[in-house]
């Protein structure tokens, strides 16, 4: 029996209130994920990552043949479909998430002493990048890792409500791990600096410090903003020396489309109700729930290519040993509502950007993500996520048969990631 339209609604309302209890749970899992490790950890940015260092089961890459080229990858999809991704030489290069130049890389596992190493020169760069050079240096820490921190907890789909509270926990955690990286660590604790025309002690304790610093740390939303706009554009592209991937593209944004190829994009943004958006799907001829392969490989590149220059750059802090060892870095992990947040941000991203940049429906900037374009992307990834979670619950007016396909369809999505639920 078909369920009736209010149905969907009970279950989002109920799923809204439970995400508001399980905030405080939800965080943790995104940030403090203390499970084994099993992917190679970093102290700087993940997309120095070398090949060797990759684990082929991680992403669901088959290994390359003696007679692959250089620089290709072939994505294991169902559909024996082969998808090549080129990175271009050399590659456009989207803001990082943390300073580049005298990074200090430590690859973790190597020696039971590893630990993470932050280079006081990049915590000072980032401190002066981001309008607050008179942090004393230890201070500046903090910085660092809150900034990290929030940077990737922006993908969550949580209440707008909630923005200052995750910057609060990402200052706290902050702190936690400068503490247990070094037994002599310690903050400046009211130390008279200087800014914003006025000197002011450095604790938490004090409004106007603690306010600066959750402000300057919060800045990490913007930079996430514009480094997934460039990444998502990056890897739609076609260019000299790579191929977009998604098909019918033309060639950069600006790019004239003829009739035809304007049709084609129209149809892949067409938004139904009971299947989401079509181009997820391979459904010309037979509706086959998420398996177009040039999504999978999109959503490979951006959520687990490190070497890919559309690489979104999520990652997460996690103690090893179990929750036991020390704090470490790794490409993210997901499971449950989180995954559902990271999956419906990069195809809200997708979504928004073939609208505007390529059909030209909105005149937004193509460098930064201006106000109005985050709330299209948050708008999209809202409803991208309701989708998701009533096909999770069999909400849609679907058959018992095809509600069930389209479950196993996402699951299976969720899964070449590398997440589950």
Not at 50 to 65: D, G, N, R, Y
Not at 258 to 275: C, E, F, K, P
């Given at each position: 029996?078909?369920?009736?339209?209010?149905?969907?609604?009970?279950?989002?309302?109920?799923?809204?209130?439970?995400?508001?209890?399980?905030?405080?749970?939800?965080?943790?899992?995104?940030?403090?994920?203390?499970?084994?490790?099993?992917?190679?950890?970093?102290?700087?940015?993940?997309?120095?990552?070398?090949?060797?260092?990759?684990?082929?089961?991680?992403?669901?890459?088959?290994?390359?043949?003696?007679?692959?080229?250089?620089?290709?990858?072939?994505?294991?999809?169902?559909?024996?479909?082969?998808?090549?991704?080129?990175?271009?030489?050399?590659?456009?290069?989207?803001?990082?998430?943390?300073?580049?130049?005298?990074?200090?890389?430590?690859?973790?596992?190597?020696?039971?002493?590893?630990?993470?190493?932050?280079?006081?020169?990049?915590?000072?760069?980032?401190?002066?990048?981001?309008?607050?050079?008179?942090?004393?240096?230890?201070?500046?820490?903090?910085?660092?890792?809150?900034?990290?921190?929030?940077?990737?907890?922006?993908?969550?789909?949580?209440?707008?409500?909630?923005?200052?509270?995750?910057?609060?926990?990402?200052?706290?955690?902050?702190?936690?791990?400068?503490?247990?990286?070094?037994?002599?660590?310690?903050?400046?604790?009211?130390?008279?600096?200087?800014?914003?025309?006025?000197?002011?002690?450095?604790?938490?304790?004090?409004?106007?410090?603690?306010?600066?610093?959750?402000?300057?740390?919060?800045?990490?939303?913007?930079?996430?903003?514009?480094?997934?706009?460039?990444?998502?554009?990056?890897?739609?592209?076609?260019?000299?020396?790579?191929?977009?991937?998604?098909?019918?593209?033309?060639?950069?944004?600006?790019t004239l489309f003829n009739s035809m190829?304007?049709?084609?994009?129209?149809?892949?943004?067409?938004?139904?109700?009971?299947?989401?958006?079509?181009?997820?799907?391979?459904?010309?001829?037979?509706?086959?729930?998420?398996?177009?392969?040039?999504?999978?490989?999109l959503l490979h590149s951006a959520l687990?290519?490190?070497?890919?220059?559309?690489?979104?750059?999520?990652?997460?802090?996690?103690?090893?040993?179990?929750?036991?060892?020390?704090?470490?870095?790794?490409?993210l992990q997901a499971q449950g509502d989180?995954?559902?947040?990271?999956?419906?941000?990069?195809?809200?991203?997708?979504?928004?950007?073939?609208?505007?940049?390529?059909?030209?429906?909105?005149?937004?900037?193509?460098?930064?993500?201006?106000?109005?374009?985050?709330?299209?992307?948050?708008?999209?990834?809202?409803?991208?996520?309701?989708?998701?979670?009533?096909?999770?619950?069999?909400?849609?007016?679907?058959?018992?048969?095809?509600?069930?396909?389209?479950?196993?369809?996402?699951?299976?999505?969720?899964?070449?990631?590398?997440?589950?639920?």
């Amino acid at each position: 029996m078909a369920k009736s339209p209010s149905d969907s609604q009970v279950h989002r309302s109920a799923a809204a209130n439970a995400g508001e209890m399980q905030f405080q749970e939800l965080f943790d899992l995104f940030i403090i994920h203390a499970s084994s490790p099993s992917l190679p950890a970093t102290a700087g940015d993940s997309r120095h990552l070398q090949p060797e260092q990759l684990q082929p089961q991680e992403a669901s890459i088959l290994p390359l043949s003696q007679d692959s080229q250089p620089g290709h990858v072939t994505i294991d999809h169902p559909n024996p479909t082969f998808i090549n991704l080129r990175p271009p030489s050399p590659p456009p290069s989207p803001p990082p998430s943390l300073p580049p130049s005298n990074h200090v890389d430590v690859q973790l596992g190597i020696s039971p002493s590893s630990t993470i190493l932050i280079d006081q020169e990049a915590c000072n760069q980032l401190a002066d990048r981001l309008g607050f050079p008179a942090l004393p240096s230890n201070w500046k820490k903090v910085l660092y890792y809150a900034y990290n921190h929030l940077f990737s907890a922006t993908v969550l789909h949580v209440p707008r409500v909630h923005r200052n509270t995750l910057v609060h926990q990402a200052v706290i955690l902050a702190k936690q791990q400068c503490e247990e990286s070094s037994p002599f660590w310690t903050p400046e604790e009211n130390e008279m600096v200087s800014f914003d025309g006025g000197r002011v002690r450095t604790s938490m304790a004090v409004d106007r410090f603690r306010t600066k610093l959750h402000s300057t740390v919060m800045l990490a939303e913007k930079t996430f903003h514009n480094h997934t706009l460039q990444s998502t554009i990056y890897l739609l592209t076609s260019g000299p020396n790579h191929s977009g991937l998604m098909p019918h593209l033309p060639g950069p944004p600006g790019t004239l489309f003829n009739s035809m190829q304007r049709g084609i994009v129209a149809w892949y943004l067409t938004w139904d109700h009971m299947q989401g958006y079509k181009m997820w799907h391979n459904d010309y001829d037979q509706l086959e729930w998420f398996e177009n392969a040039h999504v999978w490989a999109l959503l490979h590149s951006a959520l687990r290519d490190t070497r890919s220059p559309g690489y979104f750059d999520l990652k997460e802090s996690y103690r090893r040993d179990g929750g036991s060892g020390i704090w470490a870095w790794r490409p993210l992990q997901a499971q449950g509502d989180t995954a559902l947040s990271i999956v419906s941000y990069v195809l809200a991203s997708t979504a928004v950007s073939l609208r505007s940049d390529f059909l030209q429906e909105s005149q937004w900037d193509q460098e930064v993500a201006c106000p109005s374009r985050r709330s299209a992307v948050e708008r999209d990834q809202s409803r991208i996520y309701n989708f998701f979670t009533d096909i999770l619950s069999s909400s849609l007016e679907l058959s018992p048969e095809e509600s069930q396909r389209a479950r196993t369809g996402l699951v299976k999505l969720l899964e070449f990631v590398g997440y589950t639920l």
